[in-house]
């Protein structure tokens, strides 16, 4: 396991960079507006910032802020937190996570 895929798994959630309890929640009228595109793009902004996965090693697509995620992940945990990320970038409705594991 890499250092950054070691903070990406923790369960505890101590203070890192990129803390999952400061990623916020969206929603409002405001994310309603954002074309998919720069959905994807914050997605894999976000992705970046917090995981050993980004959108070179699995696959995002958007559609009317639906976000479907695809491709091959270390672990069960890493896919729960992939789809935690996802859920908390502004303008995401919901999230189909189709990644493999194992």
Known sequence: MTE???DFTR???EEVPGNWS??????????EHLPDE?????????????GPVDCISIDVDVADGMVMLRGDVPSRDVSSRVEEVVQSVLGVRSVDNRLSFG
């Open 11 to 13: 369960s505890n959630r």
């Open 4 to 6: 950054r895929e070691g």
């Open 38 to 50: 720069r959905i994807r793009e914050d997605v894999c902004d976000r992705l970046m910032q917090f």
């Open 22 to 31: 400061t990623i916020g929640r969206s929603g409002g009228t405001d994310a």
